[in-house]
């Protein structure tokens, strides 16, 4: 048995028992904490079956992010209740969890009885991925062959936060429980920090043409970046959308569109990127989106404003 | 020419959303009105070319399956395509009055509108499995978020509901479309078809796929979510939730069955499917009846009148193709004109129970002529679309010896009368308190003008697509399932 074999199964038996504890738990914060955990350990265990590009979405976006929402909304409706038990029912978790375990039984099952095809969309796009000038089979998927699917996603992330704009309706911004920033370690930590995830998220975006990453690990950096600003007050939340940040909010998804429609325009199918640029310029515009969408999500915002303004 | 039509269905209403949620309100009903009309030339040049019979396809950014997505329109996509322009340019008169775009409710309403329609468009049109489920989510988040427009308890209440079933659905779907994908090595949805065997894989995938397409289309017993959000969204949301969003998914499970779903090609699971249709138009037209409040008996028909779809998968003949895809175009139209009529309804009179009803044929004309023609299509009364599709539907049945069917058609059709003249009868036909009378001097219609015109427009087509069926039908026969013939 190989190393390798242990780091599995220690992996495998750590999911199963962290997924079992964060649904039984006695305390809604503890249960937030694990699914962080759990979240981690799933981007591991991406990385094992060797989807690096997986892994570093799931970690980013899997486990930060929608960790840092899941901690916001528990802070909101907790805080007039300090850590309330959570009620339980046997008989309802019960069935659940029957229900649950023979899905995954039954699809597990049929799984295995997978063969591997010759002609499989995974060759062809090994196949075609030179002639794209890209070096990342990931981002030739997303970005080239099925960029429909990724416009779309872009629009589905718009609607959320239209959704939840709607949801917030005349209520002003949520108050954001602020960090003083005359600690000495916050202070340090964000003068250091801040600069590192900017260069680390434009890092990410340019290696995504070649390697691993791209514009949805480089918009999980900045949007790190985007939480901790607004945590510190150096962000402010504002009730309303201002021009720039709406015109920023759909930039990913208009330049997808301008490019997949322009297209159709000088001769080629619709959707087609005819050159690299294309691809650099949608990935940053959607990097911006993204992160801006998930901050304002974060805050609870219709807009951000800077400290002094 | 055909091709680059497909794009603008798409593209027009997207690009009009993002324009919309940029520029300041004043400018966002001629850019949603652009957007949406800018597809009806589109979806005449794409119809001139599936009539010269054609299949309009396009591989996307030019890489064909299985590299790629392709778009691929024929008969059956345009006919529920046509139903979407249909529906949402009067369901778009209807919001210029009722969401006015320098309102806040306004602004929130118009994008996700945009979105909406190009999102409905860029389903009918895929051929992908995974852009269908990414067509779909689209499709119920936008659905979801229209809902909780209104803001009220009642109304997020239902939103979050449907949305936890929702996610729930589509997570059923995308597993399938995984498992798919493993064993074909393609998502394209014909392509599946031509690759993918009998066995254990491909009945577990299109079993998990048709529950996530059930619980989004409402089908008994899976509709719990239905009446409530479709009872407590906004008027115009309400009409585009009954008229297209729940039929979204029948148009998948009808293309996935029967254009790629040979695996599951026995009698059984088809016998199941027509059952449920079965127990979901009794079951759904007995709640319609004890309803009290106007636009829940209007959500109940809805999960009643979904039930006759279901009756295609055991009849299974050109005859039941027909009739059903016929049935899913008027009702589409007469329910929208019901939900848009109960609406201005609930507006004028400030309560939507059915007991404030009695009188309203005074005050509000228009809109009770128009729920009560729209009522003439969903009971199934000639001339109407809902008479042709109903009959169709009996004659299919019938021609398959499916006495069972048959009498659950006849007998949906009796119920719907119950509840429909139910209505009616209030509205029209009761002694009338004094304090309902029209004072002579009062205008009766007044602020409800552009409102009401929608109702009764798509009340008026619902009968006229009875009497000019002929063109559709023809239209229908051009996208038959293989094996089919006119």
């Not at chain 1, 039984?105 to 890209?134: H, S, Y």
């Not at chain 1, 981002?139 to 609607?159: H, P, Q, S, Y």
């Not at chain 2, 680059?4 to 997207?14: C, G, K, N, T």
């Not at chain 2, 949603?32 to 119809?47: E, N, R, S």
Request: contains cysteine; proline residues 5%.
């Amino acid at each position: 048995m190989t190393v390798g074999v242990v780091v599995d199964m220690m992996l495998g038996l750590a999911l199963v028992a962290l997924s079992l504890r964060v649904v039984t738990g006695g305390s809604l914060f503890r249960d937030i904490v694990l699914f962080i955990l759990f979240g981690l350990l799933v981007a591991l265990s991406w990385a094992r079956l060797g989807a690096p590009d997986l892994a570093l979405a799931e970690a980013a976006i899997g486990a930060g992010l929608t960790g840092a929402l899941m901690l916001m909304a528990y802070r909101s409706i907790g805080a007039d209740t300090e850590e309330r038990p959570v009620r339980r029912r046997p008989g309802v978790a019960l069935v659940v969890a029957v229900l649950t375990g023979s899905l995954v039984a039954v699809i597990g099952l049929a799984a295995l009885g997978i063969e591997r095809v010759p002609d499989a969309a995974g060759d062809a796009v090994l196949e075609a991925l030179p002639g794209t000038g890209l070096g990342n089979a990931v981002t030739g998927v997303l970005l080239v062959f099925r960029g429909l699917d990724t416009m779309l996603e872009m629009a589905v992330l718009l609607v959320a936060l239209l959704g939840a704009w709607t949801v917030l309706g005349d209520a002003r911004p949520g108050r954001v429980h602020r960090v003083d920033r005359r600690t000495p370690l916050v202070g340090s930590l964000l003068t250091v920090v801040a600069p590192i995830t900017l260069l680390v998220a434009v890092h990410l975006l340019l290696a995504g043409t070649d390697a691993p990453g791209g514009a949805f690990q480089a918009c999980a950096v900045l949007t790190g970046c985007g939480v901790l600003m607004v945590l510190t007050g150096t962000l402010r939340p504002t009730a309303v959308a201002g021009f720039a940040t709406r015109l920023l909010v759909v930039a990913g998804l208009a330049a997808f569109v301008l490019v997949g429609a322009g297209a159709g325009f000088v001769g080629h199918a619709p959707m087609t990127l005819t050159g690299t640029w294309a691809v650099y310029l949608i990935e940053t515009a959607m990097m911006l989106s993204i992160a801006l969408t998930m901050t304002l999500l974060f805050a609870r915002a219709r807009g951000l404003r800077g400290e002094g303004s | 020419m055909a091709p680059d039509a497909l794009a603008v269905l798409v593209f027009a209403p997207l690009v009009a959303a993002l324009a919309v949620i940029v520029a300041p309100p004043r400018a966002t009903t001629a850019l949603a009105l652009a957007g949406i009309a800018l597809t009806a030339p589109a979806l005449w040049v794409v119809t001139a070319a599936v009539l010269g019979g054609e299949v309009v396809e396009v591989a996307l950014a030019g890489a064909a399956p299985p590299l790629g997505i392709a778009w691929r329109a024929d008969g059956f996509s345009l006919t529920m395509a046509w139903l979407t322009f249909v529906v949402v340019a009067f369901v778009s008169l209807h919001a210029l009055a009722s969401f006015p775009s320098t309102s806040d409710a306004g602004r929130r309403f118009w994008p996700m509108w945009l979105i909406l329609v190009a999102s409905v468009y860029a389903l009918f049109l895929s051929a992908d499995l995974f852009n269908l489920y990414v067509t779909l989510e689209l499709v119920t988040l936008t659905a979801v978020a229209m809902i909780a427009i209104g803001g009220a308890p009642a109304a997020m209440r239902a939103a979050m509901r449907y949305l936890l079933l929702g996610l729930m659905a589509s997570l059923f779907y995308l597993l399938a479309t995984a498992l798919l994908y493993g064993q074909t090595g393609t998502l394209d949805l014909y392509q599946v078809g031509e690759r993918l065997g009998e066995g254990a894989l491909a009945t577990t995938a299109l079993a998990l796929m048709i529950t996530g397409l059930l619980v989004k289309s409402a089908i008994v017993p899976l509709h719990v979510w239905l009446p409530a959000a479709h009872g407590k969204a906004p008027g115009p949301v309400s009409a585009v939730l009954s008229a297209l969003v729940v039929k979204v998914t029948l148009y998948i499970l009808i293309r996935l069955w029967f254009w790629a779903g040979g695996a599951l090609d026995d009698g059984l699971a088809a016998f199941v499917l027509g059952l449920l249709g079965a127990v979901a138009i009794v079951y759904g037209s007995i709640a319609a009846i004890v309803q009290t409040r106007l636009k829940m008996l209007v959500a109940y028909s809805t999960v009643a009148q979904l039930g006759y779809v279901m009756l295609l998968f055991p009849l299974a003949s050109t005859a039941a193709f027909r009739a059903v895809t016929f049935h899913v175009l008027a009702h589409g139209v007469a329910k929208a004109a019901m939900f848009l009529a109960a609406a201005n309804l609930l507006a004028a009179l400030g309560s939507d129970r059915l007991q404030r009803l009695v009188g309203a044929d005074q005050r509000y004309p228009v809109n009770v002529l128009a729920f009560a023609l729209a009522g003439v299509s969903i009971m199934g009364l000639p001339p109407s679309g809902g008479f042709v599709a109903k009959w169709m539907l009996l004659e299919a049945a019938w021609q398959s010896q499916g006495w069972g069917w048959v009498a659950v058609i006849s007998a949906g059709s009796l119920l719907a009368a119950v509840y429909v003249f139910r209505v009616v009868a209030l509205a029209y036909a009761q002694p009338r308190p004094a304090s309902s009378v029209r004072r002579p001097g009062t205008t009766p219609r007044g602020r409800f003008g552009a409102t009401s015109v929608a109702a009764l427009a798509l009340a008026v087509l619902a009968i006229v697509l009875g009497i000019a069926s002929a063109p559709v039908l023809s239209l229908i026969d051009l996208g038959l399932p293989p094996g089919m013939a006119p």
